[in-house]
């Protein structure tokens, strides 16, 4: 059985917004990895200004909201295009912003970037570039071939929750932040076309 294998690199990188997810600051390495020379440039902006406006900008205002809201996020992995139009992985923690009055003014964050020397970016390769097991590729079959969670436990004769377990690791491994994505890169995959055609072909006999 293969494992992925991280390491954390410790730059940490921080960022304020207001209320409506305007950035209103940041450190000097946010604003380097973002793709710009002052953090003054930043002030005003929002996701939509990054370089991650077109893969995860509306994404990051939900969990922005979801924070003022009061769900906080601890430790929780997701992906950012960065400046030099790379993909890498993110450590991500997210509270509130309080001021002296003790009122709600925003949202803080501050992430460290996730090296994982198996992904290139590239999600028609990834199933090549990121270590998965042999039952989370079968699980990854069963879900391209339009299996419920209760029947792809029946058929690897496990518990449903062991099932979402793998779906939960494979929407981790792969970058996906929903099970669509996690089924485009499926069908994307050879490996995956593969195992259903071989599928297939048993349940033809």
């Known amino acids: 059985m293969s494992h992925l294998n991280l390491y954390i690199e410790p730059t940490v990188y921080v960022f304020y917004k207001d209320i409506f997810s305007n950035f209103i600051g940041c450190n000097k ?10 953090i003054s440039d930043i002030i005003g902006m929002t996701d939509f200004d990054m370089p991650w406006c ?10 922005d909201q979801a924070v003022l809201d009061g769900n906080y996020l601890c430790n929780h992995v ?12 993110i450590l991500i923690n997210k509270v ?22 198996h992904y290139h970016g590239t999600k028609s390769t990834v199933l090549k570039n990121v270590s998965v097991t042999e039952r989370q590729i079968e699980c990854l079959v069963f879900l391209a071939k ?6 792809i436990a029946s058929e690897m004769d496990v518990s449903a929750k062991t ?7 494979l929407k981790l491994k792969l970058h996906c932040h929903t099970k669509n994505e996690l089924l485009d890169i499926a069908w994307q995959s050879d490996l995956v076309k593969l195992r259903l055609m071989s599928l297939s072909h048993k349940e033809g006999r």
């Not at 390495?29 to 002052?38: L, N, S, Y």
């Not at 077109?54 to 969990?63: N, P, V």
């Not at 997701?78 to 992985?89: A, I, V, Y």
């Open 96 to 117: 509130p912003l309080i001021d002296a009055k003790n009122l709600l003014t925003g949202v803080i964050g501050s992430y460290v970037t996730i090296a994982d020397p």
């Open 29 to 38: 390495a946010f604003a380097e990895i973002a793709g710009f020379h002052r």
């Open 146 to 151: 339009g299996y419920t969670a209760k029947k």
């Open 54 to 63: 077109d893969t995860e900008a509306a994404y990051y205002r939900e969990k």
């Open 163 to 169: 099932v979402q377990t793998h779906i939960e690791k």
């Open 78 to 89: 997701e992906t950012q295009r960065l400046s030099s139009g790379r993909d890498c992985r």
